[in-house]
């Protein structure tokens, strides 16, 4: 069924186109043009000479002669028997050994047409020879008739305009394997099929070729992802492929390789040692397993008969019985190289008899005299009968119908067989000319289903885990609830003078930018599981709105405090009794809120966030058993120039933190009455300040990990709110509850309430109460000392009273009673 060689252009240059991708190996084409013409004279009246080139005993190529040349034994004893054919002539083979060599067969040629007898035409085998031959055969005007030719370069008119052929080009699989293709649906995928692929609508990957080694052409098809492979090479090579494709796992399910179908049926395990393939047959056949074949029907598939008289399995049958008498053992269907083209070379005997007899029917009506015995090689008027005789044509052979297109091609069918464990069935035809594919449901596919041209890619969104969101969000919400209780509390209380002294109402507007920051964790956590692309726009200008005005609200409030206290303090001039008026404060939360509200607007109207994707390299799923690949994508909100507009928010920002970091130092151990909670205040501060130091530039480095950058942020933020909310508004409400009907403040409000002038002056008392103490001391000690001497003086006089002695003395000069040392005791 198959043969053990292919003949296709140009030898031992291999390429291939993947998804669809190919394989093309040629063997290198050597152009002999003869410019001497040689006139030979007929030897023999009633004799019609035709030369034949044969490949038999070559070493490589398609050494199809082997069975090709008893073919045409057989057809020139069946045209010579038939008396009407060719009247008064018998057709004779002059033929010689080419070897599927072009040097060689440009030198039999030479050789045939030099000697005589002259030769009518010629019949060729393997394209490289026929390829030599008819660009040379113009220069005799001989008809070249090639029944062992693919070449689609040998369609060439202007090249060669004297050629024909019974063997169908290798074009001619081409527009069967696009409707296999279509059939299938593969989309993915030698000139002609690559223009038949665009007008087809399928997409040709990747070329890769070879000389010898097969690997590296092998291993850069599954770098590209190939998966429907056409190959074209002679046998050999086929063979060195199979084994690269065993160990480069370039078969089963996902892989549909197209051979020729000219190869013998176990073509992939003969000549495995004497080729050096490293591969066991079984490996071979399991590469081989489920590829399919296309090949020109070049056995007529109707058991009806034919021109000859013959079915084709009655020529099989003297094909046979000639070959086992040629000397060939055909036992266990081992066949010789060009059985299954022996058909076309029985038929092309049969078209030469033809067109001669069609020719000397023309020189008849033409009353011109001449015959086919006087043709010579400058007679372009018989030459060019013979070439309009061929052209025309048309027969049942043992091939099938024979006829020629324009460009002296074969017209036929094509077959399409699948190796199913080990051997080929047939699947269908393909009438070309109809457009018609005849397809019997035979195919077998790996996994019951038909292979995929390519790795279905899934494009797979990665979105923030939904019990995170969930978690945050609820804390935030809770937070919210909180911040709303605290405003109620705020304004509920305002008339305390805990409250009235941190200035509720920017206590309010601080409250209203955590809720409003507490919003903006929810929105970080909207992505595109909850809305669509065409509406994630809008999230990102939502996001960058309500975080950055409720960070300003809710840090602005706080630095505005801190920044009255510190100027406060440190102008020399204060009146400590002076209040801090509100609207200075209000004033600068406003004059931030501006700012950001400039950045903004001009953000958005100039370059506004949009939506894009980021992808990340391919994974496999987590279970199918489909060619699936994932390919995660993340959702960001950026603009053209991201960078700079984030550089501006941040600089800005950062500013204003650094600075709030330094007035909150600068004031960490002030207490001014007019803001009783600077304080705290600034202790809200310093963990603001830290924790957006930190968040910002580390959630620019983790923004590819949803997760991780969502609940980084979103912790932050929330840290942040809380925090404030603890320490500013816990002591007010602690307050507050231990004195809920008392007017007069507890030692809350009168420590939080002590001016610098009070400090000062508590220092000083304290200081001189020391030094009082000292002086104390150092009396008591004189005391002592006399009491110890009055003693002493009492034992020596004991007839002098106490009392007296001690009245109206004096002590160190001192006038001392004891009403005065009671009153120094007292100081």
């Known amino acids: 069924m198959k043969n053990s060689n292919l003949k296709p252009e140009n030898g031992h240059f291999s390429e291939a186109y993947s998804n669809i991708a190919c394989f093309l190996q040629y063997p290198s084409v050597f152009y002999l043009l003869f410019a001497v013409l040689f006139v030979g004279s007929v030897n023999g009246a009633n004799q019609l000479h035709i030369g034949g080139i044969f490949p038999i005993a070559g070493k490589g190529g398609w050494q199809g002669g082997q069975a090709c040349m008893p073919a045409a034994k057989l057809a020139l004893q069946d045209v010579n028997e038939n008396p009407d054919l ?12 080419s070897e599927c060599e072009p040097g060689l067969g440009a030198s039999v040629m030479y050789n045939l047409l030099y000697n005589a007898p002259q030769k009518l035409m010629l019949l060729a085998g393997c394209s490289t020879v026929c390829t030599t031959v008819a660009e040379a055969a113009k220069m005799w005007n001989l008809v070249v008739l090639c029944y062992g030719a693919s070449s689609p370069a040998l369609s060439d008119r202007s090249r060669f305009p004297t050629l024909f052929r019974t063997h169908p080009s290798a074009t001619v699989h081409n527009p069967t394997r696009i409707k296999l293709m279509q059939k299938f649906g593969w989309s993915r995928t030698v000139e002609d099929l690559e223009t038949r692929c665009k007008d087809a609508g399928i997409e040709i990957v990747t070329r890769q070729s070879f000389l010898s080694d097969p690997t590296d052409a092998v291993r850069n098809l599954r770098r590209q992802d190939a998966r429907i492979i056409v190959g074209l090479f002679y046998v050999v090579a086929a063979r060195r492929v199979l084994c690269e494709m065993y160990k480069q796992q370039l078969y089963g399910r996902a892989y549909v390789w197209f051979f020729i179908g000219w190869y013998e049926d176990n073509w992939y395990e003969v000549n495995l040692k004497n080729e050096n393939i490293s591969c066991t047959k079984e490996q071979m056949k399991m590469a081989a397993e489920g590829h399919l074949t296309t090949e020109a029907l070049m056995w007529n598939q109707n058991n009806q008969k034919t021109i000859s008289g013959m079915s084709s399995e009655d020529f099989r049958k003297r094909l046979n019985a000639a070959l086992i008498e040629e000397g060939y053992d055909i036992s266990h269907n081992r066949y010789p190289e060009g059985y299954q083209e022996a058909p076309l070379a029985y038929d092309a005997v049969w078209s030469v008899a033809l067109a001669f007899n069609k020719t000397m029917q023309r020189l008849t009506e033409q009353n011109s005299g001449k015959n086919l015995k006087d043709f010579t090689y400058t007679d372009k008027e018989i030459a060019n009968a013979i070439y309009a005789a061929m052209n025309s044509t048309q027969f049942l052979g043992v091939s ?10 074969r017209i036929a069918l094509t077959q399409i067989e699948q190796m199913i464990d080990g051997q080929y069935y047939k699947l269908g035809y393909y009438d070309t000319q109809a457009d018609n594919l005849t397809w019997f449901n035979k195919e077998k596919w790996d996994g019951e289903k038909v292979p995929q041209d390519r790795t279905i890619v899934r494009r797979v969104l990665r979105t923030v885990s939904l019990p995170l969101f969930i978690c945050m969000s609820t804390i935030s919400s809770f937070g919210i609830l909180v911040a709303i209780t605290l405003i109620i509390f ?5 008339h305390r003078r805990v409250i009235q002294s941190s200035h509720p109402v920017c206590n309010t507007i601080m409250l209203f930018g955590v809720i409003i920051c507490l919003v903006s964790v929810i929105l970080l956590g909207i992505d595109g599981q909850f809305i669509t692309a065409e509406n994630y726009p809008k999230v990102c200008q939502a996001r960058a709105w309500i975080l950055s005005t409720g960070f300003t609200l809710a840090y602005g409030a706080m630095f505005s405090k801190v920044w009255r206290v510190h100027r406060f303090t440190t102008k020399t001039k204060t009146d400590p009794k002076k209040k801090v008026e509100p609207w200075k404060l209000y004033t600068m939360v406003s004059g931030l809120l501006t700012v950001d509200l400039v950045i903004l607007l001009t953000w958005q109207m100039q ?16 279970s199918s058993n489909d060619d699936v690949k994932i390919r995660p994508e993340l959702e960001h909100c950026e603009s053209h120039n991201n960078s700079v507009w984030l550089g501006v928010i941040y600089g800005f920002k950062g500013l204003i933190l650094v600075f709030g970091l330094f007035l909150a130092y600068e004031t960490r151990s002030l207490k001014v009455k007019q803001i009783n909670d600077s304080r705290y205040v600034g202790m809200s501060i310093y963990n603001v300040v830290v924790l957006c130091l930190i968040t910002a530039p580390v959630a620019m480095v983790i923004a590819s990990q949803q997760d991780a950058s969502f609940a980084f942020v979103a912790l932050a933020v929330i840290f942040c709110c809380f925090l404030s909310m603890l320490l500013i508004f816990v002591p007010k409400v602690i307050e507050v509850l231990r004195h809920p009907k008392d007017k007069v403040e507890s030692k809350f409000s009168n420590d939080t309430g002590i001016s610098k002038e009070d400090e000062e002056r508590y220092q000083k008392l304290i200081s001189e109460n020391d030094d009082l103490q000292k002086l104390i001391a150092q009396k008591e000690d004189k005391i002592r000392l006399l009491k110890q001497r009055l003693a002493e003086r009492e034992s020596k006089n004991p007839a002098q009273p106490f009392n007296e002695s001690l009245n109206g003395n004096t002590v160190g000069g001192v006038p001392f009673n004891r009403s005065s040392s009671t009153a120094l005791a007292q100081k």
């Open 400 to 409: 099938g119908v024979v006829a020629f297109s324009s460009q002296g091609d």
């Open 607 to 622: 370059d506004p966030l949009q939506r894009r994707l980021e992808t990340f390299p391919l994974e496999d799923p987590i």
């Open 490 to 494: 705020n304004i509920w209380h305002r």
């Open 86 to 97: 060719l009247p008064g002539f018998n057709l004779t083979l002059h033929s010689n050994d």
